[in-house]
């Protein structure tokens, strides 16, 4: 029973290909040459069809001059229409731009760059995803110029995912054909796991002090700062560096340190959270926790697997981290990050 449903789809891909050329994704520029472009008129153009046999056929039996005249000028507007529908999407060349990382529930938003290197103006391009209910945009392109145009669409899971078939059209100049072709171009955005909405504090592993020379927190033995921590006294709180922080963007308290009390060190390791956790929860839990390290602006190391970075607090530390937990046990050969 699964193989007879599956053949109908297996029959239109293969239909797809064969007729409509769409194959493997495309890397580089791409140039929509003659063969690649489809014409079929619209519902208008088979009115406009229908009423030209209508016109043909009247004029036949009552020999009726005027309507042959009428006839064969109509149908020589619908072969301009044709014509002008035709070079108004043949010959453009395409090229996909690169894509920001996005977190997995928000719009990856994909850069295409129409290049028209022909001496004529293109008018009312549709250009959008070919997946139905998705939301096409018009654009007109000047002689030899470029139109660059961003289509977003949503992020379900963590990972690399691919840019869905482009699909592009027009009906100019009379609405009489629609001119159709699609792109898949070669590009990838990387989609980071869905931050906890709720995650619990950033993890301090305590370090002891060595024995007499424990203080209590005087400003002469300060050392540095950390995230604050349930429990941590209001006087121990790091005012300067919470001024500079925006707590409604995630940011989080910050707790001075000192030493020869207990010293501490943000290290986020997959491995200590509890494993009756779901996966994608821990990476979740993850990337909150790297967002608020990172907010907060402190050092923190970073364990996952086989991966072991380094305490840092810079922004090439935070897209590695992001990178390691987007690709985390997937089957992709990047999934080694």
């Known amino acids: 029973m699964s193989i007879i449903s599956n053949i109908g ?3 239109a891909d293969k239909f797809r290909k064969l007729v409509f050329l769409e194959h493997r994704p495309e890397s580089g520029e791409v140039f929509l040459k003659q063969r690649r472009v489809f014409t079929l008129p619209s519902k208008a153009g088979w009115m406009f069809v229908l009423l030209l046999l209508l016109l043909f056929i009247s004029s036949t039996n009552y020999n009726l001059n005027l309507g042959f005249a009428l006839t064969f000028v109509l149908a020589g507007c619908a072969c301009i229409n044709a014509f002008l529908g035709f070079r108004n999407l043949a010959y453009l060349h395409l ?3 690169p894509a920001a990382p996005v977190f997995a529930g928000e719009e990856a938003q994909f850069t295409l760059h129409l ?3 022909r ?3 293109r008018y009312a391009l549709h250009v959008g995803f070919a997946a139905p209910g998705h939301t096409e945009q018009a654009v007109d392109i000047a002689p030899d110029s470029r139109c660059t145009l961003q289509l977003s669409h949503p992020t379900l899971q963590r990972g690399m995912m691919a ?3 482009v699909r592009l059209q027009t009906w100019f100049p009379l609405g009489l054909l629609r001119a159709w072709s699609t792109w898949l171009p070669d590009a990838q955005v990387l989609v980071y796991p869905q931050p906890e909405a709720f995650a619990p504090p950033l993890p301090v592993t305590g370090v002891a002090g060595k024995e007499g020379q424990g203080h209590s927190g005087d400003d002469e033995d300060f050392s540095g700062v ?3 921590q349930s429990g941590d006294p209001l006087k121990h709180l790091a005012w300067k560096h919470i001024a500079r922080i925006d707590l409604d963007a995630g940011g989080s308290l910050i707790t001075k340190q000192f030493s020869g009390g207990s010293a501490s060190d943000i290290l986020l390791d997959f491995g200590s959270l509890p494993a009756n956790l779901d996966l994608e929860l821990r990476l979740s839990r993850m990337t909150s926790w790297v967002i608020a ?4 602006g402190l050092a ?3 364990k996952l697997g086989a991966l072991h970075l380094d305490a840092a607090s810079n922004e090439p530390h935070r897209l590695a981290c992001l990178r390691a937990l987007a690709l985390h046990q997937l089957p992709s050969p990047e999934a080694g990050v």
């Open 95 to 97: 090229l996909a731009g």
């Open 293 to 296: 390290a990172d907010a907060s």
């Open 163 to 165: 840019i869905p078939r």
């Open 119 to 121: 001496q004529h103006y």
């Open 300 to 302: 923190y190391a970073f």
């Open 115 to 117: 290049i028209n290197r």
């Open 226 to 228: 950390r995230a604050y």
């Open 9 to 11: 789809p297996a029959l």
